[in-house]
């Protein structure tokens, strides 16, 4: 069977857009895993708990020490779920990472904890900014069957598109008892973003990938047998210009069943025609109220639910919301965050007529404050707005990249990444933050120029000329990333990607090793074999106990 018939279908993707999560079912042979768990459970011999196997974990290392994870990865189930979600040019990350979670003592099946907060993941290697688009995929597989009990990862379905995962953060931190539900999840407390937490748990072959922003958490193992969990990333590396998936339908519809009870149907539209490689974000089917008064009178209401509809309706309207534009910038500041980000996107679709204020409301003290928390992370609601907007926002936003404001300009230069070709306009200024003086700045200036990507000649060149003065090892990663996603137009780059094949930095070495693999041509082998030679992989075999 070729590769077609294992990509994903509508209703799938359309499930991943709302919830954050898929799986699918491998058809290999029972030895195979087998031999996968035994190989693992070498790898950690001597440990017994979580704080003793720090002590022998392979960390990155476990694929070359378990090679047989290969034949997992290379599953056509498994490659046709990923090049669904991430496009048939996706590439591993370089972080993979074996989780291991050891039964607790006396383990006799009673009520599970969660053994760690509910949380996001960082970026291993620097940190990233979180992309609502499904730039990346975690991909999480457990070389045995996995009932709830064995302690598998648990997500919060829908979380991939929020920032705060409660309204409580201390209490988040500390909360760790947990109920089965007769649904299969576990019951969360009301002050979480989502009052239910799935278990991806299932039988032996299953492989489940998540949106890299969902929140999610790990529950206790109250049986008698150590769960390994092999955990990797997946980066995107080109925009969309269709869909990857097996398509039947063109137009967004919510999916016959979802976790997620909200109506974010402005944001999953978007979501799902960017994915499409839809010129119109916007674009849809669905019918919407003319009443722009009432849509107005409606997000003043004190029910969220009522709010978020109103936010909705009014990004449907498009221009003729108009009128609309102070409401949904107050709206930015609601209480309850899907309202705020439906906000952001309804503004993003009324056009011109929000760039002035959606500018001002990027200036807020608030917008400062939160980018402070973690200055390349937090991305403002506010610059998907912008983004959403497209070529007319594109010349403010070049503006800004000259601010005096560290958030401003680090939003700027987000929001023009994710403009696609619109923002090539502002390459040659995206060009010259790369020497700003901020870390977060200048990061951001790389991403975006890896994701414009034209015209090639220029981004090249300019990486090319910083790599060698650029003394933040993260912005070097963001170099090679930006490379990669250049693929073939980085051929110019192969003497400075042979460079980074000796940098000090590990993940920048595996990065510009991806980067040549994508230029794929005889000089770029040649670049790629000394690097190769160095770290040939001699793994163990599995040590009899």
């Known amino acids: ?3 077609s018939d294992h990509l994903l279908d509508d209703e799938q993707i359309r499930r991943f857009i709302t919830d954050g999560h898929v799986h699918v079912q491998t058809e290999l042979p029972e030895a195979l895993h087998e031999r996968i768990w035994e190989k693992t459970a070498s790898a950690f011999d001597g440990a017994d708990s979580l704080d003793a196997s720090w002590r022998v974990n392979p960390l990155n290392n476990i694929l070359p020490q378990v090679a047989e994870i290969q034949q997992i990865l290379d599953a056509p189930q498994v490659r046709g779920a990923l090049t669904s979600l991430l496009g048939p040019g996706y590439i591993m990350h370089p972080h993979r990472h074996c989780h291991p979670n050891y039964p607790r003592e006396n383990g006799d099946g009673s009520d599970q904890s969660l053994i760690m907060p509910v949380h996001k993941d960082g970026h291993a290697g620097g940190p990233r900014p979180r992309h609502r688009n499904p730039r990346w995929a975690i991909l999480f597989y457990y070389p045995q069957e996995c009932p709830p009990e064995l302690g598998p990862t648990c997500i919060l379905p829908g979380t991939q598109h929020m920032h705060r995962l409660s309204s409580d953060g201390e209490k988040q931190r500390e909360f760790r008892d947990v109920s089965p539900q007769a649904d299969g999840s ?36 109250v049986l008698e047998k150590v769960r390994w ?155 998907h707005g912008l983004a959403l907007v497209g070529a007319p926002a594109a010349p403010r936003l070049i503006d800004a990249l000259a601010s005096p404001l560290e958030h401003v300009r680090a939003n700027a230069a987000y929001a023009l990444s994710e403009m696609g070709e619109a923002g090539s306009l502002a390459v ?105 030679r160095t770290m040939r992989w001699f793994p163990h075999e599995p040590r009899k106990r």
């Open 186 to 221: 576990y019951g969360l407390p009301d002050y979480f973003a989502r009052p239910d937490a799935i278990p991806l748990s299932g039988p032996l072959g299953r492989v489940w990938i998540m949106h890299f922003d969902v929140g999610h958490s790990v529950v206790e193992n």
């Open 1 to 3: 069977m070729s590769l």
């Open 229 to 383: 969990g092999q955990k990797f990333v997946f980066m995107r590396t080109q925009q969309p210009d269709g869909p990857s998936w097996n398509s039947q339908e063109s137009a967004w519809r919510s999916p016959e069943t979802t976790r997620v009870a909200d109506d974010r149907e402005l944001l999953w539209t978007c979501l799902w025609n960017w994915m499409y490689g839809a010129d119109d974000l916007f674009a849809t089917e669905r019918e919407t109220s003319a009443d722009v008064k009432a849509a107005r009178e409606q997000l003043g209401s004190q029910d969220a639910a009522e709010r978020l509809r109103a936010a909705n309706e009014l990004g449907f309207m498009r221009t003729k919301a108009a009128s609309a534009v102070p409401d949904l910038i107050g709206a930015l500041q609601d209480e309850h965050e899907p309202v705020r980000v439906t906000a952001a996107y309804a503004l993003g679709a009324l056009g011109a007529a929000a760039i002035g204020p959606l500018m001002a409301a990027l200036d807020d003290e608030q917008e400062a404050e939160f980018f402070a928390h973690d200055t390349t992370i937090n991305v403002s609601s506010v610059a």
């Open 428 to 532: 040659d200024h995206l060009i010259a933050a790369i020497s700003d003086p901020s870390q977060a700045v200048a990061r951001h200036a790389v991403s975006a120029l890896g994701m414009i990507g034209e015209p090639a000649d220029r981004i090249v060149a300019a990486i090319a000329k910083a790599y060698d003065t650029a003394d933040d090892e993260s912005l070097r990663s963001y170099m090679m990333q930006a490379c990669i996603r250049l693929g073939r137009k980085a051929e110019a780059a192969i003497p400075t990607l042979e460079k980074a094949t000796r940098d000090d930095f590990a993940y920048v070495r595996a990065f510009a090793v991806e980067a040549l693999a994508r230029i794929d041509t005889a000089d770029a082998l040649r670049a790629t074999v000394p690097f190769l």
